[in-house]
């Protein structure tokens, strides 16, 4: 009888990691249409119908950072702290649109531009829930009591055989949630918030999506 528990056991792995089928990130990229048809639950755990209301209605610190973002910051808030994340913002704006030869490169130019800001990033992170065949390497993560809060993904610039970067990282964040499932099941019961950070070439503008 122990045999036959541990051979179903086993075939109630394969069925499981079936029916879950996901290819990887970087796969999903080039041929995401059948697969988004099949599953409707890679949306970033957000269904197409459900057309989000702007930022600034869904909470005062929205509204607050759109009245302010132009404006000058009070003396008693220029700190170094400050002045640094101005800094960052700027080389981002004036390196990042830039073409670049590889992925790589233009993630040390980003790492560079932001080096000493986050000092949570990791990189080269794994996704790889149980239930899943494959698993999603992102090019960097930032985590906040052990759960990734934000997903960075590079690309060269945009072309047919390099895949779609939204869709890139939107599997990656299917791969998330197939974690969150295994280990941390009340942050997903809140909806599973993350920064889903693009940064693509020439062709478009660096672009940041996420599910709040």
């Not at 080389?91 to 949570?120: H, M, P, Q």
Request: charged share 20%; with cysteine; glycine share 4%.
């Amino acid at each position: 009888m122990d045999v036959y528990n541990k051979a179903f056991e086993s075939f109630a792995k394969l069925v499981t990691q079936l029916i879950h089928y996901m290819p990887s990130p970087s796969d999903f990229a080039r041929e995401w249409d059948p697969i988004q048809e099949k599953d409707p639950n890679v949306l970033c755990l957000c269904p197409a119908v459900a057309i989000g209301l702007p930022l600034c209605t869904l909470h005062h610190v929205f509204l607050q950072f759109q009245c302010e973002m132009l404006v000058l910051l009070p003396h008693d808030l220029v700190t170094a702290e400050a002045i640094a994340t101005c800094t960052a913002a700027s080389k981002l704006y004036l390196k990042i649109g830039s073409k670049f030869k590889t992925e790589n490169d233009r993630g040390k130019a980003f790492d560079s531009c932001v080096a000493g800001l986050l000092e949570e990033m990791e990189k080269e992170v794994i996704l790889s829930p149980k239930s899943f065949i494959h698993y999603s390497k992102v090019d960097w993560c930032v985590k906040e009591h052990g759960i990734v809060i934000a997903i960075h993904e590079d690309k060269v610039e945009s072309a047919k055989e390099n895949g779609d970067l939204y869709m890139q990282i939107t599997g990656d964040y299917h791969f998330l949630v197939g974690i969150l499932t295994d280990k941390a099941k009340e942050f997903l019961s809140n909806r599973a918030p993350c920064f889903l950070i693009c940064v693509l070439g020439m062709d478009h503008y660096p672009l940041i999506i996420g599910n709040c």
